[in-house]
């Protein structure tokens, strides 16, 4: 047997909240990598975010509990400067739908140019995940709808206590 550096990857998103589609995808990373790293956006440019950084991280490390080659780390950089920093040369991206594919695309061909060392990996969603995203969850929870077929416990409990009767506001009139 070789001495080996553990082979690294990183996965990298906002994780607003974290669904079980994401968990998936990181499982499936975690049975392929010696390591992982789920890298959480602090404040990413391109939207706001409904969970602070430290819930989203909280989230995150209870739902990948006993995955002992994952870890999660909080990162306010270039993602493959993220890589690097973790000796990384690999990242583990998930896609939903052909929608995912465009933007992911994109994304890979500027990572490429900026460190073409870093590859990334995409993950197919398991069936049972592919219409789930974060934003559908939190619009279903904003109104009051069951999200625990979608996030862990835990983010379901969160959903409930920032919307206990729906989506806040004035009372609907009778009409609506």
């Not at 990598?33 to 209870?62: C, I, M, N, S, W």
């Not at 000796?87 to 460190?115: C, P, S, Y």
């Not at 009767?165 to 009372?171: A, E, L, Q």
Request: glycine share 6%; charged share 25%; net charge negative.
């Amino acid at each position: 047997m070789t001495d080996r550096p553990p082979i690294v990857a990183i996965n990298p998103g906002t994780f607003d909240p974290v669904t079980l589609g994401h968990v998936d995808v990181i499982r499936r990373a975690a049975a392929t990598f010696d390591r992982v790293v789920v890298g959480v956006v602090r404040d990413p440019h391109h939207k706001q975010t409904t969970f602070t950084v430290e819930e989203r991280v909280a989230f995150l490390e209870d739902a990948l509990a006993g995955l002992d080659n994952v870890v999660v780390d909080v990162f306010s950089q270039l993602v493959v400067d993220f890589a690097r920093k973790h000796g990384a040369r690999t990242m583990v991206k998930g896609l939903r739908v052909i929608a995912d594919f465009e933007w992911e695309f994109q994304m890979n061909r500027l990572n490429h140019l900026l460190a073409p060392e870093v590859e990334t990996m995409y993950v197919m969603s398991s069936p049972e995940f592919a219409f789930v995203s974060s934003s559908g969850v939190k619009e279903i929870a904003s109104f009051g709808g069951k999200v625990e077929s979608l996030v862990t416990p835990m983010v379901a409990k969160r959903f409930r206590e920032l919307y206990p009767n729906g989506r806040p506001g004035p009372p609907l009139s009778p009409d609506e």
